[in-house]
């Protein structure tokens, strides 16, 4: 399945330049955090909390990233 990108640049004024993101890439900053608690928590060896961390962290992202809010 392909992810259709729907970034994009918008011109706000003349020669200012905004990016409109699309839902997965806007909700690409708090992916990026998840993933760090989570493998955060492997290196720390917390590996009974491990695969709780990564069902709640990985929903909470995924339904950021789908649902474009
Ligand atoms: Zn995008």
New binding site residues.
């Given amino acids: 399945m392909e992810y259709q ?3 994009q640049v918008v011109e706000v004024e003349y020669g200012e330049t905004e990016i409109v ?2 839902p ?2 806007k909700s690409a900053p708090e992916l990026y955090e998840a993933l760090k608690e989570v493998l955060n928590d492997a290196n720390n060896g917390s590996f009974t909390s491990l695969a709780g961390s990564v069902q709640k962290l990985g929903e909470q992202a995924l339904a950021k990233a789908e649902g474009g809010k």
Avoid: G
Wanted: net charge neutral.
């Fill in positions: 990108c729907t970034c993101y699309c997965l890439h």
